[in-house]
């Protein structure tokens, strides 16, 4: 019994005295839902073209259906962030025919992430390199804010080159920090 009822139950059995005459309210009971269970391990999560989940100090992954995976080791968030993962729109902005080709699906990770410790790892399937174009060319294209917002309310952002490298079948990066924007493979000279 509650502490509305208990007290509702002893004015009933005239366990009280008043000087006065009120008339008692009932105020309605809010029922809560019992608490989810708090994951205390790493995370792993998985989605078609994007998935979310709450990524604490355990550290997880997210991986996508086309392969593309986020890795956040252990120690590298100091408390829970919901993190989202997921296929992006096109980054032709990034890349150019002669310098610089993009390799692979755009995905953006959000929002802004900083390692505490460690550095989180992005990948996806390896597929050929264009013709002209060795394994020390292949980077991870980062869009990256630089300054204020535009007029309209746009951010203004870049492309910045991260290397990135074979590890088996996939092409793999580390970094220590991600903007909360678009992320993608490619090769640049």
Known sequence: MGAIGGAL???????GTSASSTTAQTMPVEERAPAAPVH????????????????????????LANGARLEIPAGALS??????FHVAPDAREAWDDETKRPLGPVL???????AASGQFRVSA?????????QPAD???GHEEEVGDTHLGGATQTRWQMWPARVD??????E??????????FGVSR
């Open 108 to 114: 953006e990770i959000s929002p802004a992430l900083r």
């Open 9 to 15: 139950a002893l004015g009933a059995c005239g366990g």
């Open 125 to 133: 399937p390896a597929i050929a390199l264009p013709p002209g174009f």
């Open 168 to 173: 088996g079948s996939r092409f793999v990066a």
């Open 79 to 84: 408390s829970d962030v919901e993190i989202h």
């Open 40 to 63: 205390r391990g790493p995370v792993s999560a998985r989605g078609e073209r994007e998935v979310s989940a709450t990524v604490g100090s355990s550290g997880g992954t997210l991986e």
């Open 138 to 140: 292949l980077a991870l």
């Open 175 to 184: 970094l220590p920090a991600l903007g909360g924007h678009r992320v993608q």
